[in-house]
């Protein structure tokens, strides 16, 4: 009777569990029959398992369910799981820890950064708004921008040429307001069934720009919603392939006008009009002037104005307030033209020098480059300046070439936070641009640097070639320069691959070097020196500054690293007894010597990280302990920054080092591998494996 009591408290416990996931406080049913279950992450269902568990002990749920049982026994009753669990139900004991719990509470008065809010699409028909069926629980303090996707059209072009993709997903990544949201997959397809919603919260307070009365708050914020759409592969290759950037009030205003217009027509459900406008998105880089597709949406502001709005005045604002950018945007212009016509009378070799106001992100769209930066908070998920170094240097480099310009070799793009994390790879302008960003978010004095950097020709001459790199100064006057693609670091006077600078910027500040001499070991770094550096009037940068929307946050990784460690480690292990095999060897593994070689796969990324090496002393004696006299040790180091393992091993195999561990000849052969797996943020993961082997030599 105690087994049974148990197994029926654990199946309680388990029925706790799915009505948490599927039935949070105040939902209504239909709302519960339309939420999708597979939204919580595992590290949440874990999360909310150890909360009930925590619950249940300290609470009588204990003595509740054995006297539920006891009666059920006493009475005869069917003792099934599905009976209990409805008996259970009825006597409220589910519905009790659920409310103990205070889910809803915990989540209003969390201050971690957190995404968006998801739920299904609004109804698509004019004469529905949102209702009790639809609405989520808001906080009525506080307003939302709810914005739905119900499909998408004309996606023709949206799959790898020449390669078979037919498995292949696209996604919707959302960002508003300092909040992110990455949607469900769905398949590559011309009709792709983007069908969900979003929920941001709209800030606190938000800015009038025109001295004009808004006929409603929400108008103030003119922070425009941005789209970026991917494409997914199965082995993981992820590629942008559209941007957009929604003017949310616009589309908001027409849904209030055609609902108001549904309504005084007394039109139903049935009339045939919709709430959703259809919006075309455009390619990125070098496709930007191309239309990429078609999505339908819907955005609504929540909860709705009080008293019907005056719809043309409301646009006549935004029509005015798209003026004021405008003419901010044509002045500014006017004073770079100026300014630029002055620095280049200042020397004739100027018109040479790596100098850059503008460029042009990944939608085609030219800005001062001081808008591509803001502070970046990382929040917890990055500890310091060398592990957001560390973070950035994860995502893989990539080079989108030109199209029909060879002598280019490149699209000139950078690319804006949310659309290079979204992607997660991109040239070294995008790595120095988001570490620049992190480094000013950890209150950092930092610039991004352009310049030229020394490096290997194809030849094996040496070059150089134009380059970025971060640069930070210290309150004790020491100056740091940092590799994006590599974390390294380097002292200014000391050794490194830089050799000129040219300009340095950050997001409020643009200093011109005007030096006889732009060699880092002759120039100086006196930035705010005139008789060294040409800086940009504050004011003018200030003015375009007012319009830059709040960057992204980061989101975590959701890669368990001692899961994908095993997973890993028990795929390579195939592989290489399956090659032995081939090669008529037989393979016997050392679980001890594969947990002596793991301490040096933390030092390897500990270094990597910090630049602190430790560990070294303990590992070789650990080595020498381990291995018998006679005895050879062979051991090989492998580091990736994915987890596929098929592509790892093909990779290893093809290094002769790592050949010789794997078909390794001799008496008593032992194999060992370890897989350590390092997650930082988005989808960035440092892999380190090692490759050992331990045998004794026959001559």
């Given at each position: ?41 595992a590290?949440?269902?874990?999360g ?12 009588d ?20 799981e ?9 006597r ?15 989540e ?37 921008v ?10 023709i072009?949206?799959?790898?040429h ?16 300092g ?8 398949a ?27 006929p ?33 009030r ?22 045939g009009?919709?709430?959703?406008q ?10 930007s ?21 005056d ?17 901010t ?66 995502l893989?480099?990539e080079?989108?070439?030109?199209i ?5 070799g ?5 690319s ?68 994006s ?16 600078i ?18 880092l ?7 705010r ?34 899961v ?7 795929e ?13 060897l ?12 793991q ?6 990324e500990?270094?990597r ?8 002393e ?71 494996i ?10």
């Open positions: 009777k105690g087994y049974n009591f148990h197994l029926f408290l654990f199946s309680s416990l388990s029925l706790i569990l799915e009505f948490v996931k599927s039935e949070p406080p105040n939902r209504t049913q239909t709302q519960r029959a339309s939420m999708d279950k597979e939204q919580l992450p590290e949440r269902v874990e909310l398992r150890q909360l009930i568990h925590s619950q249940v002990n300290r609470s749920v204990h003595a509740k369910v054995r006297a539920v049982i006891s009666e059920m026994i006493s009475k005869g009753e069917d003792l099934s599905s009976h209990i669990q409805h008996v259970l139900r009825e409220g004991i589910v519905e009790e820890v659920v409310n103990s719990l205070g889910l809803h509470e915990r209003q008065a969390s201050s971690l950064t957190r995404a968006a809010l998801h739920y299904p699409p609004a109804p698509a028909a004019a004469a529905q708004p949102l209702d009790a069926h639809t609405l989520p629980p808001l906080n009525l303090s506080k307003r939302y709810y914005v739905s996707f119900h499909g998408g059209r004309a996606f072009d949206t799959r790898r020449g390669e078979g993709t037919d498995d292949a997903t696209l996604a919707l990544n959302v960002s508003f307001s909040q992110r949201f990455r949607g469900r997959h769905v590559c397809a011309a009709e792709p069934a983007f069908v969900e919603g979003f929920l941001f919260e709209l800030p606190a307070t938000v800015a009038v720009t025109l001295g004009t009365s808004l409603d708050p929400f108008l103030g914020c003119a922070e425009p919603l941005h789209i970026a759409i991917t494409r997914h592969e199965p082995d993981g290759d992820v590629a942008l392939i559209a941007c957009h950037h929604l003017d949310w616009a589309h908001a205003l027409r849904g209030l006008e055609i609902a108001s217009t549904a309504a005084a027509t007394g039109a139903g459900s049935g009339a009009a919709t709430s959703y259809a919006i075309e998105v455009m390619g990125v880089g070098s496709s002037s191309l239309p990429a597709g078609v999505l339908n949406v819907r955005v609504d502001v929540l909860p709705g104005p009080p008293a019907a709005i719809i043309a005045m409301a646009r006549s604002y935004l029509t005015l307030e798209r003026a004021r950018v405008v003419d945007e044509r002045i500014f212009l006017v004073y770079a033209r100026q300014w630029w016509s002055e620095f280049l009378e200042m020397r004739p070799g100027h018109q040479h020098r790596l100098v850059k106001i503008f460029a042009n992100d990944e939608s085609g769209i030219s800005h001062c480059v001081c808008a591509f930066l803001q502070p970046l908070s990382a929040g917890r998920l990055l500890d310091t300046p060398r592990h957001a170094a560390r973070f950035v240097s994860l893989p480099y080079r989108l070439p030109a029909g310009d060879a002598a280019a490149r699209v000139d793009m950078w804006h936070a949310h659309a290079f994390l979204t992607r997660g790879r991109g040239d070294v302008e995008d790595h120095t641009l988001l570490l620049t960003s992190l480094l000013l978010g950890f209150g950092l004095d930092a610039f991004m640097c352009l310049g030229t950097k020394l490096t290997t020709a194809a030849d094996g001459r040496a070059a150089l070639t134009a380059h970025t790199w971060a640069c930070s100064f210290g309150a004790d006057g020491s100056i740091v320069f940092w590799e693609l590599t974390a390294e670091r380097f002292l200014h006077r000391s050794e490194h691959p830089f050799r000129t040219d300009c340095m910027f950050n997001h409020h500040l643009f200093f011109a070097n005007i030096q006889p001499s732009t060699s070991g002759e120039c100086s770094l006196e930035l020196n005139e008789r060294f550096w040409k800086s940009m009037s504050a004011d003018a940068l200030s003015g375009l500054s007012r319009a830059r929307a709040p960057p992204p946050p980061l989101l975590p990784c959701l890669v368990d690293p001692a994908a460690a095993f997973e890993l480690e028990r390579l292990k195939g592989y290489i007894t399956d090659s032995r095999a081939e090669a008529g037989g393979t016997a593994w050392d679980t001890n010597l594969a947990h002596i070689v301490q040096a796969l933390h030092a390897y500990l270094q990280c910090t630049g602190v090496v430790a560990g070294n303990e590992f070789q004696a650990a080595i020498k302990h381990s291995i018998p006299p006679g005895y050879t040790f062979k051991g090989y180091p492998a580091h990736f920054l994915h987890l596929n393992g098929f592509k790892i091993f093909n990779a290893c195999r093809t290094v002769t080092a790592c050949s010789e561990i794997v078909f390794a000849r001799g008496d008593q052969v032992t194999h060992a591998i370890r897989v350590r797996v390092f997650p930082y943020a988005e989808r960035a993961v440092a892999v380190w090692m490759f050992a082997v331990s045998f004794r030599s026959i001559l």
